[in-house]
């Protein structure tokens, strides 16, 4: 992959999560992506076929893309870098963030009174 080509797959994923994590779609295609992304349909489709390559996402027999569980926890490490600084990624929304103690420990252990998983703790 060519230096803007892993910069826009970075982006991809941080969109693929935030939309999956906010329950806007698990799925999604390249003219979907464009909505948040600069750059071109064919650029966007061109990396989406390498990150299926690469295992990062899943393609349906109707052309739309999910993320694999590889995806999932790539597209959750780069969205919490990519924010961690702006202080938003702190549980908000009602929802476990990555690296949220629910997530590595169990809710038990949780000190945010969210939902999980649909429910409250």
């Known amino acids: 992959m060519t ?3 892993l910069r826009l797959r970075d982006e991809i994923l941080q969109v693929m999560y935030w939309l999956r994590g906010e329950g806007l ?8 992506l464009g ?6 349909r064919e650029s ?13 996402v899943r393609q349906d027999p109707d052309e739309q893309f999910s993320l694999s569980d590889l995806g999932i926890t790539e597209g ?3 969205f919490a870098e990519e924010f961690a600084d702006a202080g938003i990624n702190a549980g908000g929304h009602g929802t476990c963030a990555p690296g949220c103690d629910c997530e590595l420990h169990g809710h038990e252990c949780c000190e945010h ?7 409250v703790h």
């Open 3 to 5: 230096p803007e080509q």
């Open 25 to 32: 779609g698990e799925q999604t295609n390249a003219s979907q």
């Open 35 to 40: 909505t948040f992304l600069p750059d071109s």
């Open 44 to 56: 966007i489709d061109a990396v989406l076929q390498l990150m299926k390559v690469d295992g990062f």
């Open 76 to 78: 959750g490490r780069r």
């Open 113 to 119: 009174r969210h939902e999980h998983n649909g429910a």
